[in-house]
C-alpha cells in the first residue's frame, strides 16, 4: 500500500499539469482509507447494473433507434435480470440491424435469466443437502447414543447377574 501511495502522490508532485487516475474496484469498502482521502480520490462515481433508462440511451448510441417495439420486452428483461450496461453494448455491437440486435439482447436476457433460475435452484438444492447431511449426522449421533446406551444395560444386567450368581453360592 505504501508503495501505491508513494506513487500517486510522486504523480501530483512532479508535474503542474493536473492528471486523472482512474481506479477501479468491486469492494470499495475494502481499501485503505489513506487512499480514499481527498486530494488522493476526489470523485467516486457508482457503476451500477443497466437500467431500462440506461438500455435506451446505449440503443440510441449504438443502433441510432429511440423507440423500438421491443424495448418493453427488452426493459422487462432488464428489471429481472442483473446485466452490466457493458454486456449490453456488447450485444448491441454484434448486429447493426435494429431487429437482429434486439432480439439479441432479448435471448441473450433471457440466457442470463435461466442461469439466474438455474443458479438460485442448484443453491436451493446444495441448502437442502446440507440440511439433510446435517439431519443424517444427527441421526448417526443419535443411533450411536441408543448403542451405547444398550451397551450399558446389557453390561448392567450381566454384572447384576453375576452378582446374583455370586450370591447364591
Known amino acids: 500500500m505504501s508503495g501505491l501511495l508513494n506513487f500517486v502522490d510522486g504523480l501530483w508532485s512532479s508535474c503542474g499539469d493536473e492528471r486523472i487516475i482512474v481506479f477501479t474496484t468491486n469492494y470499495k469498502d475494502k481499501l485503505d482509507p489513506a487512499l480514499l482521502r481527498p486530494g488522493r480520490m476526489d470523485m467516486h462515481i457508482h457503476m451500477s447494473y443497466c437500467t431500462p433508462c440506461g438500455f435506451k440511451i446505449l440503443a440510441s448510441n449504438y443502433l441510432n433507434v429511440k423507440n423500438h417495439s421491443l424495448f418493453s420486452q427488452i426493459e422487462e428483461l432488464i428489471m429481472e435480470v442483473e446485466v452490466t450496461p457493458a454486456e449490453v453494448a456488447e450485444e448491441l455491437m454484434k448486429n447493426e440491424d435494429v431487429d437482429t440486435a434486439l432480439t439479441g439482447i432479448i435471448g441473450f436476457?433471457?440466457?442470463?435469466?435461466?442461469?439466474?433460475?438455474?443458479?438460485?435452484?442448484v443453491e436451493e438444492q446444495?441448502?437442502?443437502?446440507?440440511n439433510q447431511e446435517e439431519n443424517d449426522?444427527?441421526?448417526?449421533?443419535?443411533?450411536?447414543?441408543?448403542?451405547?446406551e444398550k451397551r450399558k444395560v446389557k453390561r448392567n444386567k450381566r454384572k447384576m447377574a453375576r452378582r446374583a450368581k455370586g450370591r447364591k453360592q
Not at 126 to 130: A, M, P, S
Open 137 to 148: 449426522k444427527k441421526n448417526e449421533s443419535q443411533e450411536m447414543e441408543e448403542k451405547c
Open 126 to 130: 446444495k441448502v437442502g443437502d446440507e
Open 109 to 121: 436476457l433471457e440466457r442470463k435469466k435461466g442461469m439466474k433460475r438455474k443458479k438460485s435452484g
